[in-house]
């Protein structure tokens, strides 16, 4: 899963998501360019609620990586 964060997010929103999946006991990447932050999660992510995440301040989309079998 990938997780953009909006433009101008705030570092705040941004440790706050990190935290949410920390104590969910997923590994994360971040990913800082110029314009965007991109925190990819690592672990098994299928039973983590893509909603939830989409309505924390900060966030931008989430996109699912899709498991091929």
Do not use: C, W
């Not at 920390?22 to 983590?48: K, W």
């Amino acid at each position: 899963m990938l997780i953009i964060m909006k433009k101008h997010a705030e570092e705040t929103a941004l440790d706050s998501i990190k935290e949410y999946l920390i104590t969910r006991d997923f590994d994360i990447h971040q990913s800082t360019g110029a314009n965007r932050t991109i925190i990819g999660v690592i672990g098994d992510t299928e039973n983590l609620d893509d909603h939830v995440i989409e309505t924390m301040p900060g966030v931008s989309q989430v996109v699912r990586i899709r498991k091929d079998n």
